[in-house]
């Protein structure tokens, strides 16, 4: 999932000429997209990696998740409310983690705005059209590789050790997916109203 908010700054985005679904579905995921310069630099060491989902750098706060088209306008509304409670926050990226030997995955860490991150995740997945059962506990991150060699998971998780990035996060996406073409962003909700 994933496409980017330039400079952290939300976009008014709507991209429902052509309706992405799959028959009555459509499958979307919301994050928060990595500003520039830094969203462009994880992007890059994902895809020399390697990683066959190179997608552009985000905090995922709501996976990929099928719901039902007619359930669109209801999640909207849902989420602007979710937005409009929340304040915007300060998104310290810090140095590189894994999740080694349970999944192939290198991530740089969130170091601030964990709590942040992680209240907006679950309000956003108290709508009955989005709660679904997750497989790992939420824990907020950056992916910068998954699902490729052992050692170029090493090398980006080396190479990634002394990252930093420190912004302010104003915007979440809404993201869907044909199951054709790449996510794309169909909305930016702004935190605060």
């Known amino acids: 999932m994933e496409q980017s908010v330039a400079g952290g700054v939300a976009r008014s985005v709507d991209r429902r000429d052509g309706e992405p679904s799959?028959?009555?579905?459509?499958?979307?995921?919301?994050?928060?997209?990595?500003?520039?310069?830094?969203?462009?630099?994880?992007?890059?060491?994902?895809?020399?990696?390697?990683?066959?989902?190179?997608?552009?750098?985000?905090?995922?706060?709501?996976?990929?998740?099928?719901?039902?088209v007619a359930a669109l306008p209801a999640v909207e509304a849902h989420l602007d409310r979710v937005a409009t409670a929340h304040l915007p926050f300060a998104l310290h990226l810090r140095g590189t983690g894994t999740f080694r030997p349970v999944t192939q995955v290198v991530f740089v860490t969130v170091a601030a705005g964990i709590s942040e991150c992680e209240l907006l995740a679950a309000a956003i997945n108290a709508a009955p059209e989005l709660?679904?059962?997750?497989?790992?506990?939420?824990?907020?991150?950056?992916?910068?590789?998954?699902?490729?060699?052992?050692?170029?998971?090493d090398r980006v998780y080396e190479d990634l050790a002394d990252f930093s990035a420190i912004f302010e996060v104003e915007a979440f996406t809404l993201f869907s997916h044909s199951g054709q073409a790449r996510w794309q962003p169909r909305r930016d909700f702004r935190l605060g109203g």
Do not use: K, M, S
């Open 131 to 153: 709660h679904r059962e997750a497989r790992f506990p939420y824990h907020p991150h950056v992916t910068v590789a998954q699902d490729v060699a052992p050692e170029a998971l």
């Open 22 to 68: 799959h028959g009555d579905t459509i499958q979307i995921g919301i994050a928060v997209d990595i500003p520039e310069p830094w969203g462009a630099l994880l992007t890059q060491r994902r895809i020399e990696a390697g990683d066959p989902q190179a997608v552009p750098a985000h905090v995922t706060l709501l996976g990929p998740t099928e719901i039902p």
